[in-house]
């Protein structure tokens, strides 16, 4: 062995070291390629975590450029409990086939026609079509877009939310706390509209439009409402169908 193979190798036995030497780069390589696995599987797992998070808040992204709710809706539902997503409502609400007695209640009002130009007898009953696996427990009122979207009473203006299936959207409650009204795939909102806001009937709140999952060359409003719950969640309660009040 010469002088030069010598420096190569520590015990004097080269073809020994080269065996050495691959055997041990062999099992680093393995050992490092554990190492990268699980440190993928790790970060897999952070971003899973997270994306149900998102879920939580919107429930189709969704969520998207949500607004978050200061109380959210139960994680892994959709923004809704017991139904579906009620062509874009993020209400939870108990598939109870409307609500009479508060139906009869609502009408007595004499609730203003929320889209401005549509009469009653444009209305057509849509509560109990089927959408998409889902009852739409809502009433679609069809106008031109940026026809202009008005309180039906009184009120105040219990959320603000932008979501994948409603769009840009207002919930707004009752005087009494106790019924929520919910405009959905508004084009945009009246300039100065915030959260927490008394607003009168009549009132401009929005315009029509097509955000979320309307139709692009079907602008509309999803009108929905529902009775709420001991809680007062603005996703929460009972639906009631609107063609009852508005007819």
């Not at 609502?106 to 209305?123: A, E, F, Y």
């Amino acid at each position: 062995m010469n002088r030069t193979t010598r420096w190569f190798t520590s015990s004097g036995d080269w073809r020994r070291d080269v065996r050495t030497f691959v055997a041990g780069g062999a099992c680093g390589f393995v050992a490092g390629g554990v190492f990268v696995l699980l440190a993928l599987a790790q970060s897999n797992l952070l971003v899973a975590r997270w994306s149900n998070g998102a879920r939580a808040v919107d429930g189709d992204s969704v969520n998207t450029a949500v607004v978050e709710p200061a109380t959210p809706p139960p994680s892994g539902t959709t923004g809704r409990t017991a139904i579906g997503t009620s062509g874009g409502a993020e209400h939870n609400a108990a598939r109870t086939g409307g609500n009479p007695a508060a139906a009869t209640e609502l009408r007595d009002r004499r609730l203003l026609l929320p889209v401005d130009g549509v009469t009653p007898n444009q209305l057509r009953r849509q509560f109990s079509d089927e959408r998409s696996g889902h009852k739409h427990e809502a009433l679609d009122i069809i106008a031109s877009r940026n026809t202009p979207v008005r309180a039906v009473e009184d009120g105040t203006i219990a959320r603000l939310f932008f979501s994948k299936a409603g769009g840009i959207t207002v919930y707004q409650f009752d005087p009494s706390g106790q019924f929520c009204y919910y405009y959905a795939h508004l084009e945009r909102y009246a300039d100065g509209l915030r959260e927490g806001q008394a607003v009168s009937r009549g009132q401009l709140l929005g315009y029509v439009g097509t955000s979320g999952n309307a139709p692009k060359d079907t602008p509309h409003l999803h009108f929905a409402v529902f009775r709420l719950t001991e809680a007062k969640r603005w996703w929460e309660g009972t639906p009631i169908d609107p063609y009852d009040i508005l007819r």
